[in-house]
Each structure stands twice: as structure tokens, then as C-alpha cells.
């Protein structure tokens, strides 16, 4: 026998109808900002920016003169974070699942709590102990109290989705620790550790507390920079700066999405 | 921290150590960046005179607390409200560009609030797109500047929770297991009667969850409200004021606090108090067993 598991058609037509409408709602202003990067920028720029920008192409160039030393800092942040976040949150999630130790599930929960608290808090805290340190190090720490929480969620996500025997098996075949770790953990969890890195990607990518509250003349990242050109930039500058941002964010998002990245995350709830 | 000795999982002493050392650095990472940092931020607060007394007395600081608040619950509870439909369809329904949908969902995910701010400029600014189109089609001038106004920074909230929400909401409706509503069809429930006493209760959790996460994103939102709150003022504004513009770290300490606090709390009450209340009323053998099923 077959049960109705499915709804009634016509309010699968409307509940569809409804998502595309969320989701247009979401997408629109993004298509508008974009658009704006590739409207008429002469006026503009001769009015309010004082340099004579025509067209399209000088639009970009002048934006980047104006933030690519930003951007730099921001690819080198993220070069540095993704890294780090996936060194210290992965082998920690694998003892979390499979070499549990007193006090582990205590440790476990206080890694993801930063994920519960408002982005500013951790950020003045940061600030308060240390800020003397070295800006560079210290934007760096702010990005990785984010990002770490979500490689551990991830990682241990992933974990409790293989069973623990296969491991077992191995060891049992006379397979040693290293053996199990390169030839079985790790391509086992490669999914999981690649959606990680997209995620401490897109979040230190787009990180703006921290960077803003830290930001210096000279050590600033790309958000806080499109916190300047907002506020102070004519618009088809500011659009244009945001076209930027984006186009790396479009494809890590896409590349999560294929990777079943929300399934990962399935955890989410605090 | 005690030494680690065997718990679970037979007595695989080296084991145990293995573990622990493996998320040694993670312990210490926490230690440093995390612990240290907050216990400093309760110090700057406890240094200043009665910093909490000054935050907590009437002024722009506790208004800002309050609108952080209202805000953040309205938006929370309206995105919810907003993604129950399409996480349900996006979770169980199969349709052609399901997936781009969904991605679409999941972009604005990873935008820092300025960027949202920006977009509420772009569209509900002064010289908006929303604006700009009903002057075109009405000629007549609406809307214009919302953008700046605390309704303007409520869409913008929503901006960024929906999302949140329907991602959230679409993992936990993916494991609704869809036999038990089909069961409560054929033994005759109404729509309005599965809806009640199947679907609501069993997702409540999932609900209370998101309603927390939405919560906690938009009280700690800070660059939304820094490029669109005019006289309006939120929390985090007024953090990042106090400590860049007067370097009043103890005022600044204390709101972190009280606003960490705030949304701890929610957390706290939302997940765990609605799991005592659950568990406290009478729970249904049905119920039950779906909790088992529903959780691998």
C-alpha cells in the first residue's frame, strides 16, 4: 500500500511559488547592486569622486587602485585563517567522535559556544586582551574564534555519520595509526574537511566586526573597507567595490551547496 | 584540567591521551582567544564606576539595549514565520531549479552587515530602486528613506535571518518523518488537526532552535545598523562608539555583557526550557517514538 506522503498539488504550486518569491526577494537587491556597477559611471565620477572615470573597465581599475591593497589583506587573512581553522578544529572533532577523554564533551561545547555570542562581544574582548598585538595577528585570531566553531561542527557532523567500525576493521587488518588516519579517516572525511575550508573561507572572507573594530590605515581588510566606500564613494564605486567582494563568495557558495554542505551543518542548532 | 583517565569506550588508556592531545591545541586556542579575552572584558567592565549601574540607568544606552532586543525578537520571530514555507518545500519537495533556489537562499549567508546595509541604500534609499519604480509606475513619492528608519533596519534584519531560518529549518524538516503524517491522513486528522498535534509538535524543536540562532545573529549585528540607523540606535552601535569614540571600555564592557547575556539567555530558555516544558507534559507514546525515529 502506498501512503500519501506527498501534499495535495495545489499547495505544492503554491508553496514552490512562495520559496521562488523568497528567493527572488533575496536576489534582487544583489542583481540591482551589480547592475549599478555597469551603469553610466561618467557623471558620477566627474561629480562626486574628482577623477574623470569613463566607463566600465576604468570604473574597476580606479576602485581597484582605490582597495586592492584591502583586498590583499583580506586573501592574505584568509590564507592564513583557513589553514589554521582546519588545523585546530579537525583533529579535535576526531578525538570529540572516536577518542573521547574526560571532559571532552565540556571542551566540545565551549568550542562552538563562540557561535552563540553576538559577533561584537568576542570581538571588544578581543580588543581589551590584546590590543597591543600585532594587527595582522590579532585579525587573524578574531577570524578564527569564528571559523574554528564551524569546523568542528562540520568535521564532527561528518563523523557521526561513518561508523566507527570501519576504523576498527582496520586496525584489526593490522593497519597503525598513521595507516588508518591517511588511507581511511582522512578520504573519508575529505568531503567535510573541503566544505570547512569553503565555509572558514566565505565566513573570514566576509568578516566584518572584528576587521572593522581592529582596522588601521594600514592593516584593513576588504569588508571594512566597503564600510569606507559606502559611506564616502559615489555609487557606481560602492557597487562596483561590491561586485568584487562577491565574485568570490559565488562560487564557494556553489561549491558548498554541491558538496551537501548544509547536511554537514545539520548540527546548526545552538 | 584533571588528567585524562578511560571513560567509555573500554580502557583504551593511550587512546584517551591520544584524544586529549589532539584537541590540545583547540583547548588552548580557547584558553587564549576566547576565555582570557572575556574574562578581560569582565574586568574592564567591573574596573569602570558602575559601568552596569551607568548602562542600566535610563539613556541611550538602555534604549539601545531595548531596541536591540525588540528588534532582533521581531525579526526573529517574522523570519521564522517567513521560512517555514520554503525550507518544507525546499526539504521535501523535488521540482526543476530546486537547487539554484537554494543556493539563492544560502548567499546572503556569508554577507558582512555593511553589505546588507548597503543593499537596503540600493534598494529603500532615498534614491532607491523601490522607490524610483513606484514613482515611475504611480508618479507619486513612497518610500523613499525607509531604508534609514527602524523599518528599514527590520527588513534588513530579515535580510540576513531568513536565510538562517530556512537552512536551519530545512535540515530538521529533511528528517520529519513523512509516514507519520501520512498515518494521522488515513486515520482521518484533518489538515488542521496534523498541523496541530503531528507536525507543530514535532518540529517545535527545530522552531525554538532557529528562533534562537535568527536571535543571536541580529543582536550581534553591527554593520547593518552602522550604515542605516540614523537617530534609531542599537546595541553594537553603541558599543563601537563607546570604545572608539570616548574609549569608554567600561561602558563598552558592560553592554558586551549585558548583550552576550541577553542572548545566552534566549538561547538558554528557547532550546532547553522548551525541551523541560515538552517533557513535562504529558508526552504521547506517538510523540515519543517519533522523537526516536526522527533521530538516528
Known amino acids: ?270 | 584540567m584533571a588528567p585524562p583517565r578511560p571513560r567509555r569506550r573500554s580502557g583504551t588508556g593511550p587512546g584517551s591521551w591520544t584524544g586529549f592531545l589532539l584537541a590540545l591545541p583547540l583547548l588552548l586556542f580557547l584558553a587564549a582567544l576566547v576565555l582570557w579575552p572575556v574574562s578581560r572584558l569582565v574586568a574592564a567592565a567591573a574596573h569602570g564606576p558602575d559601568a552596569f549601574r551607568v548602562v542600566l540607568a535610563a539613556g541611550r544606552y538602555r534604549t539601545a539595549l531595548v531596541n536591540s532586543l525588540l528588534l532582533s525578537a521581531a525579526a526573529a520571530g517574522a523570519a521564522v514565520l517567513l521560512s517555514l514555507v520554503p525550507a518544507w518545500v525546499l526539504a521535501r519537495e523535488r521540482f526543476a531549479g530546486r537547487r539554484l533556489l537554494r543556493a539563492t537562499m544560502a548567499l546572503p549567508l556569508s554577507f558582512s552587515g555593511v553589505l546588507v546595509g548597503f543593499l537596503m541604500v540600493v534598494m529603500l534609499g532615498r534614491i532607491g530602486a523601490i522607490p524610483e519604480l513606484v514613482r515611475w509606475l504611480t508618479g507619486r513619492e513612497l518610500l523613499a528613506g525607509v531604508a534609514y528608519t527602524p523599518a528599514g533596519l527590520f527588513i534588513a534584519y530579515l535580510y540576513f535571518e531568513v536565510p538562517r531560518a530556512v537552512l536551519t529549518l530545512e535540515a530538521a524538516f529533511r528528517r520529519f518523518p513523512p509516514e507519520l503524517d501520512a498515518v494521522a491522513r488515513t486515520l482521518g486528522a484533518s489538515a488542521r488537526e496534523r498541523l496541530l498535534r503531528v507536525r507543530l509538535p514535532l518540529l517545535a524543536p527545530a522552531l525554538r532552535a532557529s528562533l534562537a540562532l535568527t536571535f543571536a545573529a541580529s543582536m550581534g549585528s553591527f554593520g547593518v545598523a552602522l550604515i542605516l540607523s540614523r537617530r534609531f540606535t542599537v546595541a553594537p552601535v553603541e558599543i563601537y562608539t563607546e570604545l572608539t569614540g570616548f574609549s569608554n571600555d567600561a561602558v563598552a564592557g558592560a553592554l558586551c555583557l549585558l548583550l552576550a547575556l541577553a542572548t545566552l539567555a534566549a538561547d538558554r530558555l528557547l532550546v532547553e526550557g522548551g525541551e523541560r516544558w515538552r517533557r513535562a507534559g504529558s508526552g504521547g507514546g506517538l510523540r515519543q517514538a517519533a522523537a526516536s525515529r526522527a533521530r538516528p
Not at chain 1, 12 to 28: D, F
Not at chain 1, 88 to 100: C, D, K, Q, V
Not at chain 1, 130 to 148: E, K, M, N, Q, S
Open chain 1, 1 to 270: 500500500m502506498r501512503l500519501p506522503t506527498h501534499s495535495p498539488r495545489l499547495a505544492r504550486r503554491l508553496g514552490i511559488a512562495w520559496t521562488a518569491l523568497v528567493a527572488a526577494m533575496l536576489a534582487a537587491p544583489i542583481a540591482v547592486a551589480i547592475a549599478g556597477a555597469f551603469s553610466r559611471s561618467e557623471w558620477y565620477g566627474l561629480r562626486s569622486e574628482g577623477a574623470p572615470v569613463q566607463g566600465t573597465a576604468a570604473l574597476f581599475v580606479y576602485v581597484l587602485g582605490l582597495w586592492g591593497h584591502n583586498l590583499l589583506r583580506s586573501a592574505q587573512i584568509v590564507a592564513v585563517v583557513t589553514p589554521l581553522a582546519l588545523l585546530l578544529g579537525a583533529p579535535a572533532a576526531y578525538a570529540f567522535r572516536r577518542l573521547p577523554f574526560p571532559g571532552c564533551r565540556w571542551l566540545e561545547a565551549a568550542a562552538v559556544a563562540p557561535l552563540a555570542v553576538p559577533g561584537i562581544v568576542l570581538a571588544v574582548a578581543l580588543i581589551e586582551a590584546a590590543g597591543g598585538a600585532p594587527r595582522f595577528a590579532l585579525l587573524a585570531a578574531g577570524h578564527l574564534v569564528y571559523t574554528v566553531p564551524l569546523v568542528v561542527r562540520t568535521v564532527g557532523n561528518a563523523l557521526q555519520g561513518h561508523d566507527p567500525q570501519l576504523e576498527d576493521a582496520a586496525r584489526t587488518l593490522g593497519a597503525g595509526r598513521l595507516a588508518i588516519v591517511r588511507r581511511l579517516v582522512v578520504p573519508l572525511l575529505a568531503p567535510a574537511l573541503v566544505v570547512s575550508a569553503l565555509l572558514v573561507l566565505a565566513v573570514s572572507w566576509g568578516e566584518f566586526n572584528v576587521s572593522f573594530l581592529l582596522a588601521t590605515p594600514r592593516v584593513q581588510t576588504f569588508p571594512a573597507a566597503l564600510y569606507l566606500t559606502y559611506t564616502t564613494n559615489s555609487f557606481p564605486v560602492a557597487a562596483a567595490a561590491t561586485l568584487i567582494f562577491l565574485l568570490p563568495v559565488i562560487p564557494v557558495v556553489a561549491a558548498i551547496q554541491a558538496l551537501g554542505g548544509e547536511e554537514l551543518q545539520r548540527g546548526a542548532q545552538p
